[in-house]
């Protein structure tokens, strides 16, 4: 029998590069870019009003859990910098992440916490702590992006070396 399928849903700037380096990570089974967290309904790219560009993870919870997908997360995208990734600059481009249950907000504090405490980024987190609401999709033009064009513009790297540790307690 398969394993029930849980879903994440994260923001960090520009969704092309996000769904690119998440759909790799083992567990992962399905990803798709969209837009969330705003105000507008049946949101596009043209008019996404106060949503954020966003992906949407379905992963299989006996291969990774939440709590490695935000580690991940935290490594591929600068948390610390508001409504900015790189060169992108804007609310659309806001770090959050849209908890479906509050196992996954417990999770996303905890994680927050734990990033604050490391030093790794040179700033607090900034990142936005929210229910999910309803999820958009992009068009399809935005969906595999970097599929379809490998040398296509992203902001998101992993960081060689890059491990969140636990903060002690004390």
Known sequence: ?????????????????????????PGVTRTR??????????????????????????????????????????????????????????????SAIYYVDDEQKRIAEDTIADVDASGLWPGKVVTEVEPVGPFWEAEPEHQDYLQRYPDGYTCHFPRPGWRLPARTEG
Not at 2 to 23: D, H, K, P, S
Not at 61 to 85: A, C, G, M, V, Y
Request: glycine share 10%; charged share 25%; aromatic share 12%.
């Open 1 to 25: 029998m398969a394993a029930q399928t849980q879903r994440a849903v994260l923001a960090g700037g520009c969704f092309w590069g996000m769904e690119e380096l998440i759909r790799r990570l």
């Open 33 to 94: 870019v969209g837009y969330t967290g705003g105000d507008v309904p049946n949101a596009t790219y043209r008019n996404h009003g106060t949503h954020a560009e966003a992906i949407e993870i379905l992963f299989d919870p006996t291969k990774t859990d939440f709590r490695e997908i935000l580690e991940f997360f935290f490594q591929i995208h600068d948390p610390s910098t508001k409504n900015r990734q790189g060169n992108d600059i804007g609310l659309s481009y806001r």
